[in-house]
Structure formats: structure tokens, C-alpha cells
């Protein structure tokens, strides 16, 4: 139990065009969802907080219209990242916190998005 | 405010002992521990939740001292699975939201 995907694994876009990410809870309720930035080497970096049917929360230092999220269920979040550039270049994560008992604390990651903006 | 975390890196033989702490200067409400792979998403490992609470599975275990807002994770006859980068996250309340901070991490190699 307690799966999160991500979708897709991989992706190559141009300067200026969007990239959206999926991230599911694939055998649990989610209550909340979270994105995590990370770079090569380096720590994860908390972008937003996500909870169903509400607006995100982001963390101090990153940029609302430039990282779209959307929590439209309590199995799914998407990652927009709008109007690209090669510093966006990284590997995004979400992770799900369970709303099941015996999970209520515990996020789960998902396998991670290696996004490359040329 | 980050934790952190020492040593950031050690070399282990296969079947040695390790011990990895977390610290932080604010107060606690719990301390997750992850190990992640090259390329791949953290696995959870375990939660500790309360003041000298102490968990473990395996030969992997963890501590957490709430008053010295510290955790340590003891790996035990270490085995190669047990390579990668270890995380503690150390979660706060800020009104509704549980927000969790990842500490830059301590990568651990295990040789035969």
C-alpha cells in the first residue's frame, strides 16, 4: 500500500513553453500533497503545500504564477511549470500524507520528475 | 530553519555500525527519517513522534530526545542495500499546515 505516482518520469521541453506533473495517490486518500524541488546533490527544498479543494501554499521564494498548482481531488495534484527556462531544470518530487488511520503521519514520495528545460 | 545533520557522509565495510543525528534549533513536533537512492524518491523509513520515543525495524532504529530537539538513526550490521542518502525531516505545525524541513542529508556507502 501507500503508492504514489508520478507522471510523466521524464521530460524535455523548450524555453517558454509549460510542463504539467501529475502526482496520484494510487490506494489512499491524500489530505494533503506536497512538492519538493531538488538539485543534483542537494537537499529537498519545499515548493508548496497542497490541500483538496483549497489553494496552495507556497513556500516563501517561489513564484505562484510561475508554479500552477492544482489539488483537484484527494488522489491527484498537478505541477504546472509555465513559461519554462533551463534554471527550472530539476527533479521534482510530491509526496502524499494518508488520511487513513494508522497513516495520518507519514508522507509517501513519489518516484520524482527529472525535468530538463533547453 | 533546517536541521542538521552529521557526519554528511561515511564509508562503511559491510557489517559495520553506523549512527547518523539530526538536530535542530527549534522546537519539534516529529522527525521522519528517509533513505533515498541515486535517482530515485525518498523511501520512508520511519516517524518518531514523542520525547524519547525510540523505534525500530530490522536492524535500523532511531531516537528522538524532544528536549534536546535531537534524533539519531543506528543502522546495525550494515548490508549494501543499506547505501544511499539518509533524511531526516523535521515537521513543525504553522497553524493548520504540518509542514516537513529536510535536513542536506548524509550519504552513506557500504563496501563488501
Known amino acids: 500500500g501507500a503508492v504514489v505516482s508520478q507522471h510523466p518520469s521524464r521530460v524535455i521541453c523548450k524555453s517558454g513553453t509549460s510542463v504539467k506533473i501529475e502526482c496520484r495517490s494510487l490506494?489512499?486518500?491524500?489530505?494533503?500533497m506536497f512538492w519538493y524541488r531538488q538539485f543534483p546533490k542537494q537537499s529537498l527544498m519545499l515548493m508548496a503545500t497542497s490541500n483538496e479543494g483549497s489553494k496552495a501554499t507556497y513556500e516563501q521564494g517561489v513564484e505562484k504564477d510561475k508554479f500552477l498548482i492544482n489539488h483537484a481531488s484527494l488522489t491527484l495534484s498537478t505541477l504546472t511549470v509555465t513559461s519554462a527556462h533551463p534554471e527550472d531544470s530539476s527533479f521534482y518530487i510530491c509526496?502524499?500524507?494518508?488520511?487513513?488511520?494508522?497513516?495520518?503521519?507519514?508522507?509517501?514520495f513519489g518516484p520524482g520528475t527529472r525535468l530538463t528545460v533547453t | 530553519q533546517q536541521p542538521v545533520q552529521s557526519p554528511q557522509a561515511v564509508i562503511l565495510r559491510e557489517g559495520e555500525d553506523a549512527v547518523i543525528n539530526c538536530s535542530s534549533s527549534?522546537?519539534?513536533?516529529?522527525v521522519h527519517w528517509y533513505r533515498q537512492k541515486h535517482g530515485e524518491a525518498p523511501i520512508f523509513l520511519m516517524i518518531?513522534?514523542?520525547?524519547?520515543e525510540q523505534k525500530g525495524h530490522d536492524k535500523i532504529s532511531a531516537s528522538f530526545n524532544e528536549k534536546k530537539q535531537q534524533s539519531s538513526l543506528y543502522l546495525t550490521a550494515s548490508q549494501l542495500s543499506y547505501s544511499g542518502t539518509y533524511f531526516c525531516g523535521t515537521e513543525k505545525v504553522e497553524g493548520s499546515n504540518y509542514k516537513l524541513t529536510f535536513g542536506k542529508g548524509t550519504l552513506l556507502t557500504v563496501n563488501p
Open positions: 490506494d489512499f486518500q491524500a489530505t494533503t
Open positions: 527549534k522546537a519539534l513536533y516529529s
Open positions: 509526496s502524499a500524507r494518508g488520511r487513513e488511520e494508522g497513516m495520518y503521519y507519514e508522507q509517501y
Open positions: 518518531l513522534l514523542k520525547g524519547g
